[in-house]
């Protein structure tokens, strides 16, 4: 009975973390309500004084049409006659201006917070071969708004192709001719792939005093007061490495993009949102954030020996003492891989560059002098979970088998354990409680199909999640097919296992398994 106690254990473990984060994530939440973030709260103080002024505007003419109508009532029946008005025009009556929606590029409300002072800040573009969108987050970016002497936008292109490559010069000299500052950066090799091009990028401008840097891939669209409503919060914050903001999504349409955004949605409400809150290492997403330039420095600035330069760097920040911040509030839009192949190669670097952390750091983790002990057990929690997911997985496979021939199923502690954990990790599989499930089921449009669609994409995602991680592990592309088509039955097959031996009549008697059979 060992095995049901064993396997309950993870199941426990799995399930715990994820409600605590989701719990964690629901105070923050409640939090940020109530004591709104700087910018939040100038954003909510603005708007607020955005309505009364158009109520106060339509009140006024409101009121003045009423008196035109008073007027010309009164005249009805009267001799028509010509009228001069001989009141000179400080004495004329004035009407009230019809109402004026405000400016929508109006942030004086942000640039309020920084008193004048603003500092420098280098937005870099790093990328390879990005055909459709090059040029468009050039000019996105160009629309960012902050003091044109303390702003420069660094283009780290390492394309190849030809046509890319002139689309990128021409967007370039599109923005310098509209007096934009802009720099193009261009190597002779791409040594450290998207980390070796910020050092780069990093290198030719050092002696030029920029403080923060801002990241952004190809296809992001930042919102024109993104460095407003950042870079604030490390103006009054020393001791910030980085700003990590919340991707939202643009073409969420098909099946696979949108049991994308589903799971990412959940990684930035709760995991970023919660990690954040209780100060806990989170890691930089690798895009639509700011970094200090100070932070970068102290930690060893980027490094390419991992897939994840950017999960390696944020660990590095924390364990010199440095801290981060989480903004929910401020959205960054994108574009989701649409092909598997894209997914495949994205979900390959996430799963296997913790990895690689994990055989990187695990040291340094231990004799950091900068943070305590439970900081150190977190740490090695949010890499070690990784192998915990796996687990769940082979658990799933291993619960049938088992209780088929090595464990036949007895009612008792250790299944009674087994059966509520395992279907409690079901549960917080599937979106970590069922009031998070209900509301993601029926938030979606109304359609059946689109609810079909919610549950085939769980199980599917899950599936080449798997798969990515088997692949991880192996580093054998020729296997991928074979995996997909071995885990594509994870979540049944998890649910399966969990239930099914509780269920069925004894292959002896007439009577459920939930009895003890004689034979």
């Not at 254990?9 to 994530?25: E, G, M």
Request: glycine share 4%.
């Amino acid at each position: 009975m060992w095995w049901y106690i064993a396997f309950s254990i993870i199941f426990t473990i799995y399930a715990v973390d994820l409600v605590f984060l989701f719990v964690a994530s629901l105070f923050a939440t409640i939090t940020e309500y109530f004591v709104p973030p700087i910018t939040s709260a100038a954003t909510r103080a603005y708007k607020k004084q955005q309505k009364r002024n158009a109520a106060k505007q339509q009140q006024q003419a409101a009121v003045a049409k009423v008196q035109l109508e008073d007027s010309k009532d009164a005249h009805k029946g009267q001799d028509v006659s010509i009228m001069v008005d001989t009141r000179s025009k400080q004495q004329a009556v004035k009407m009230p201006d019809s109402p004026v929606k405000a400016a929508g590029n109006d942030f004086s409300h942000l640039t309020d917070l920084y008193n004048g002072e603003f500092p420098k800040v280098l937005i870099q573009l790093p990328m390879y071969n990005e055909d459709a969108h090059c040029d468009l987050i050039i000019q996105r970016c160009c629309k960012i708004k902050w003091p044109s002497h303390r702003l420069l936008i660094q283009v780290c292109d390492d394309s190849t192709r030809e046509s890319v490559r002139q689309k990128v010069d021409a967007a370039v000299i599109s923005a310098l001719e509209q007096g934009h500052n802009v720099q193009l950066v261009r190597r002779d090799n791409r040594s450290g792939y998207k980390a070796g091009a910020m050092v780069d990028g990093m290198s030719r401008v050092e002696d030029q005093g920029f403080e923060y840097v801002a990241i952004f891939d190809a296809d992001f669209e930042p919102p024109e007061d993104f460095l407003y409503q950042a870079v604030i919060h490390m103006v009054r914050d020393d001791n910030l490495a980085f700003v990590q903001t919340c991707w939202t999504f643009t073409n969420s349409d098909s099946l696979l993009t949108w049991a994308q955004k589903v799971g990412l949605d959940f990684h930035f409400a709760v995991e970023q949102r919660a990690r954040s809150f209780l100060g806990h290492f989170f890691n930089f997403n690798g895009t639509a954030g700011v970094w200090r330039v100070q932070a970068i420095n102290d930690a060893g600035g980027w490094e390419s020996d991992t897939v994840v330069e950017d999960m390696d760097l944020s660990l590095r920040v924390y364990l010199k003492g440095w801290r981060s911040i989480y903004l929910h509030d401020v959205k960054c839009p994108n574009e989701l891989p649409s092909t598997l192949s894209a997914y495949k190669t994205q979900q390959f670097r996430w799963l296997s560059g913790p990895m690689q952390i994990v055989r990187k750091s695990f040291k340094n983790i231990w004799y950091s002098k900068d943070i305590g002990f439970l900081s150190k057990l977190n740490c090695y929690w949010f890499f070690c979970r990784y192998f915990v997911f796996a687990v769940v997985t082979m658990v799933a496979l291993l619960a049938s088998p088992i209780i088929l021939w090595l464990d036949p199923w007895v009612w008792g502690f250790p299944t009674i354990y087994f059966l509520v954990s395992a279907n409690v990790a079901v549960v917080v599989y599937f979106y970590f409680t069922i009031f998070s499930y209900v509301f993601l089921l029926f938030s979606v449009v109304g359609q059946r199909t689109d609810r079909l669609n919610f549950a085939v994409s769980v199980v599917c995602l899950s599936a080449c999640e798997s798969s990515m991680l088997a692949q991880a592990a192996t580093t054998d592309g020729s296997t991928f097919l074979a995996t997909v088509l071995a885990m594509s039955f994870k979540s049944l097959v998890h649910f399966a296992c969990c239930n099914l031996h509780a269920l069925l009549p004894c292959e002896h008697c007439s009577t459920w398994n939930g009895r003890q059979c004689a034979k």
